[in-house]
């Protein structure tokens, strides 16, 4: 959330400049509307106009550039017992 009292304020149209590769004005309505994994670029209305932050802007890169946490891959011993859960399952049921 943008707190207009501590944050630098910019337009729609300032804030192409704080991202590498400026990006259309286009992607950052679509980027402030409905975001990109689950994140969305913070944004406030002041006197019927849209403003974002330089803050918020970074908040947004940091979150969307954040390797997303994988599963660990079972180890050898929790295969093996998966692997009989499932037999003794089988062989309850006769297949």
């Known amino acids: 959330m943008i ?3 501590t944050e630098t304020l910019l337009t729609i149209r300032q804030a ?3 991202f590498p590769n400026s990006p259309s ?3 950052l ?3 402030l509307l409905k975001g990109v ?3 969305v670029l913070d944004s406030v209305r002041v006197g019927g106009r849209r403003f974002t932050s330089r803050e918020a802007c970074q908040r947004f890169i940091e979150a969307t550039s ?3 946490e994988r599963p660990k891959p079972p180890t050898l011993h929790e295969r093996r017992r998966s692997l ?3 037999q003794a399952t089988l062989d309850h049921y006769g297949v």
Request: aromatic share 10%; no cysteine.
């Open 37 to 39: 994994r689950g994140h």
């Open 25 to 27: 004005e286009a992607t």
């Open 84 to 86: 009989q859960q499932a």
């Open 16 to 18: 192409r400049d704080v």
């Open 66 to 68: 954040a390797e997303p």
């Open 3 to 5: 707190d207009a009292t």
């Open 29 to 31: 309505w679509r980027w």
